[in-house]
């Protein structure tokens, strides 16, 4: 499946630009059953440190306070917790 990017793209999770390093994937919400979207690799690689409890320190990077909190907050909407 191909992805056309536009300049205005953005992550419908942290509505950050999606660009450059930050490309689309498949984002899983849940896996049984399967509920997937797409969403920015940023955003895919918070909810793996998340789901799977890797201990990881804030210090720049991707993983930041703020997109945890986008990223909860959004699992939240649909019942899933993390």
Request: aromatic fraction near 14%.
């Amino acid at each position: 499946m191909k992805i056309t990017k536009t300049k205005k793209d953005k992550c419908p999770i942290c509505y950050k630009k999606v660009a450059g390093k930050n490309g689309w994937c498949k984002y899983h919400i849940t896996y049984k059953p399967e509920k997937t979207i797409l969403a920015c690799k940023f955003c895919n690689f918070t909810e793996f440190i998340l789901r799977n409890s890797i201990k990881r320190e804030f210090g720049g990077g991707v993983l930041t306070p703020w997109r945890v909190d986008r990223v909860v907050a959004y699992h939240a909407k649909f019942g899933v917790k993390l």
